[in-house]
């Protein structure tokens, strides 16, 4: 099963509006980590925004905000007034934390959205 | 260093022989993740280090790809046999500690050509 899952593989945005990328995740765990990463076509990877699992607000980070849904194991990325150096490929990650599993520390990442900004 | 550094940057290698691809993560890292990825593709897992043991190596493709990291330090992982599917971007990344609020930091990548 996906850990980590991103249902939109392309997504359009006009300069200046706001947009939405969706994550979806799957775990038992109770603690765990959610990441955003942006990757720019030079192929870096730029971190953008962290959510704990028992973190009670919403993380934000300039224009960047996650929107948490925890019991729906969502957790969406917005970027509010895009500009076109938003274009890019952003990926949804999670590390998972439960320190008695084999899976303590990994982080997965899913499998990407492809941002487009239109002027 | 000031960043997680992998070497070499490109590498074009025949089919059938073996590569070795060496990742510096950022000094006091402890946390040291390999990923593949493709052209326009997402993150392939391949293997977590935490310390010099591999915690997770459950990404291997196959037993022709393996990795070792020793003084808690550097990583390398190495393909033998190579195919021409083994062609992709390999990604470094280090953290400094498995979980919580850090972040991994990424090396810029080898990409690997296999003709």
């Known amino acids: 099963a996906q850990k980590i899952t991103q249902t939109q593989p392309g997504m359009f945005v006009q300069e200046k509006e706001a947009v939405t990328l969706d994550c979806t995740y799957d775990t038992s765990d109770p603690s765990y980590g959610l990441f955003w990463y942006k990757q720019p076509s030079s192929g870096e990877m730029i971190f953008l925004i962290y959510q704990g699992s028992y973190d009670q607000q919403n993380a934000t980070e300039g224009r960047y905000s996650l929107n948490f849904q925890k019991a729906r194991k969502s957790a969406n990325l917005v970027i509010s007034a895009s500009q076109l150096g938003d274009s890019a490929m952003y990926f949804c990650?999670?590390?998972?934390?439960?320190?008695?599993?084999?899976?303590?520390?990994?982080?997965?990442f899913g499998q990407g959205t492809i941002l487009t900004v239109h002027p | 260093g000031a960043g997680v550094s992998q070497s070499p940057s490109n590498k074009v290698t025949e089919k059938g022989k073996d590569v070795e691809l060496r990742c510096d993560p950022i000094?006091?890292?402890?946390?040291l993740y390999w990923y593949r990825q493709s052209l326009g593709q997402g993150l392939e897992f391949l293997i977590y280090?935490?310390?010099?043991?591999?915690?997770?190596k459950s990404g291997l493709p196959s037993d022709r790809f393996s990795a070792e990291r020793t003084g808690g330090s550097v990583s390398t992982l190495t393909i033998q046999r190579t195919q021409q599917e083994d062609s992709a971007v390999y990604l470094c990344?280090?953290?400094?500690?498995?979980?919580?609020?850090?972040?991994?930091?990424f090396g810029q990548g080898t990409r690997l050509t296999v003709v």
């Open positions: 000094s006091g890292h402890t946390a």
């Open positions: 990344a280090s953290s400094l500690i498995g979980t919580g609020a850090t972040e991994a930091f």
């Open positions: 280090f935490q310390g010099n043991s591999a915690p997770d």
């Open positions: 990650a999670m590390r998972e934390g439960y320190a008695g599993g084999t899976s303590y520390g990994k982080l997965t």
